[in-house]
């Protein structure tokens, strides 16, 4: 239904793809993965004819399919833009459509009043819900999803997870939750960039996503082994015949002259050796497995007493514009507790961390650092990422900087590249390395998983999860909430249920 051949992308001067071929069938859920900036977005982009500032080389043949297409940032120019004009082009649209448009609301959860608002008003996890709708009233043949899981509460991730299974529209997707990748993708295709982005590298494999995982680690790992293994005996072949070959000149040196018979023979001896010498120089060993390098941080340790009050919200109301969203919210955090706060799109979770940042920001006892959902809001009013990170622009802050920048991949050029060029994930792992340096001891985070690659996301997780001092956090990430999160608090109309995390 959709081919690709010899297909390379390119940008300015790097390759993004090279040499693509595959053929995307009817049931096929290919899930395209890798590292941040690898192309994956790029890719869809380019899949759906939607990209303006690659240069795409080979062919793309969708054989006269209909595809819909959801981008990773949606974006509304017309500011009075209300649902239900963007859904239907005209009325006869409407009516033909009608019944189709009230299941899919029920079976995303959505309330019927959301048709009469403005669009640019909803949440995030609102607008994603609004654009799968709009693909399936569309009735497109073939689905290319870019983070179709951003800001999407647990029902809907579970309602997404079941349509992808159920339905035989050939799909291709990317997604940094792993949990929605394992119990959807049947194919996989993991872009790279190697060598500090000078060459790119594309798997391409029909499994399921775990199987993909696990089997990539074992084949790293044994090639990894079989090559230390080849070069300790080539090394200790080398280092045998330099021994042989230092014996046989020192003879050379004190016999040849008195026994001309011997002088032949070690002659020939020594020739033997530097053809052997030459073997084992062209000798063809296995080499260690050129793949992406892991990104590499940590937090240092941060110091909050174990009963220290952090936070205390008592009968407290959640307003918007004097609405309330939720009342009556009670909290309390103590210490170095790490709290999640999950909740139906809509509710307020957004909201809420900014309140909290508001109520914390007057102390001078904690240190406060925050992850926002929308990068954006913080990064425009900076140039390059080094501006960012560095408030002083010294010599030691921006060493400092780059270091770090440079454990999470990032390649001198982007270190100092228009902020706005970065991918999704590339601003997340920037306002982690923000975090990091300035060492805050109490981190609000806003869906911190989203965005990064699923491959980074386990190592993000687990330094997290090691951190030393208070989290309050809003996820939908169910390795996230499993794995980080002391306590996990539902965020409802009649305020804050604490739930438990296993039944999630």
Not at 53 to 59: C, D, R, V
Not at 143 to 166: C, G
Not at 234 to 249: A, F, G, H, T
Not at 466 to 482: A, C, L, N, P, W
Request: glycine fraction near 4%; charged fraction near 30%.
């Amino acid at each position: 239904m959709l081919e690709t051949k010899n297909l390379d992308i390119i940008i300015g001067t790097r390759y993004l793809i090279k040499n693509l071929s595959f053929t995307l069938n009817r049931n096929d859920k290919l899930a395209i993965i890798g590292e941040e900036g690898d192309g994956k977005s790029t890719l869809l982009q380019c899949l759906a004819n939607n990209c303006y500032y690659a240069h795409i080389h080979g062919t793309i043949n969708s054989h006269k399919h209909k595809i819909g297409y959801l981008p990773q940032i949606i974006e509304y120019k017309n500011r009075d833009l209300l649902v239900k004009n963007y859904l239907f082009i005209n009325d006869d649209d409407y009516y033909n459509k009608v019944n189709l448009l009230y299941h899919l609301l029920n079976e995303l959860n959505i309330k019927e009043d959301i048709l009469d608002n403005n669009i640019n008003l909803l949440s995030g996890g609102e607008k994603v819900k609004i654009e799968i709708l709009k693909l399936l009233l569309d009735d497109s043949d073939i689905l290319l999803l870019d983070e179709p899981t951003n800001d999407l509460d647990l029902n809907t991730l579970k309602w997404l997870e079941s349509f992808i299974n159920s339905t035989n529209k050939p799909i291709i997707f990317v997604s940094h939750d792993e949990t929605f990748l394992s119990n959807t993708a049947n194919v996989i295709l993991h872009l790279e960039q190697l060598k500090k982005k000078q060459e790119c590298k594309h798997t391409l494999i029909k499994t399921k996503y775990d199987d993909y995982v696990k089997a990539r680690l074992r084949h790293i790992k044994h090639q990894t082994q079989i090559a230390y293994s080849e070069k300790r005996n080539l090394k200790k072949q080398e280092d045998k015949l330099k021994q042989i070959m230092s014996k046989v000149e020192y003879q050379q040196e004190n016999i040849s002259r008195k026994y001309p018979h011997a002088a032949k023979m070690l002659k020939r001896k020594m020739h033997s050796l530097k053809y052997q010498e030459k073997k084992l120089e062209n000798k063809e060993i296995t080499e260690i497995p050129d793949v992406e390098e892991n990104i590499n941080f940590k937090f240092d340790k941060v110091f909050i007493p174990k009963y220290k009050p952090i936070l205390e919200l008592m009968n407290y109301s959640l307003k918007i514009n004097n609405k309330i969203l939720s009342s009556p919210i009670n909290l309390k955090i103590i210490g170095d507790e790490h709290i999640v706060i999950i909740g139906e799109n809509g509710t307020g979770k957004t909201t809420l961390l900014k309140e909290i940042i508001n109520i914390l920001s007057t102390r001078d006892d904690i240190t406060v650092g925050y992850m926002p959902q929308n990068y954006d809001d913080i990064l425009s009013s900076y140039i390059t990422p080094i501006d960012f990170l560095c408030n002083n622009q010294d010599k030691e802050s921006i060493t400092k900087a780059r270091t770090f920048l440079g454990n999470m991949n990032f390649t001198k050029e982007e270190m100092m590249d228009d902020i706005n060029l970065l991918s999704g994930g590339s601003k997340a792992k920037l306002f982690l390395v923000k975090l990091i340096l300035e060492q805050y001891n109490v981190l609000i985070l806003d869906e911190p998983t989203r965005n990064v690659s699923p491959l980074s996301n386990p190592i993000i997780r687990n330094k997290l999860k090691e951190f030393t001092g208070t989290i309050i956090s809003v996820s939908h990430d169910r390795k996230y909430i499993k794995e980080v999160a002391d306590k996990v608090f539902k965020l409802t109309k009649r305020g804050l249920i604490e739930i438990n995390k296993e039944e999630l």
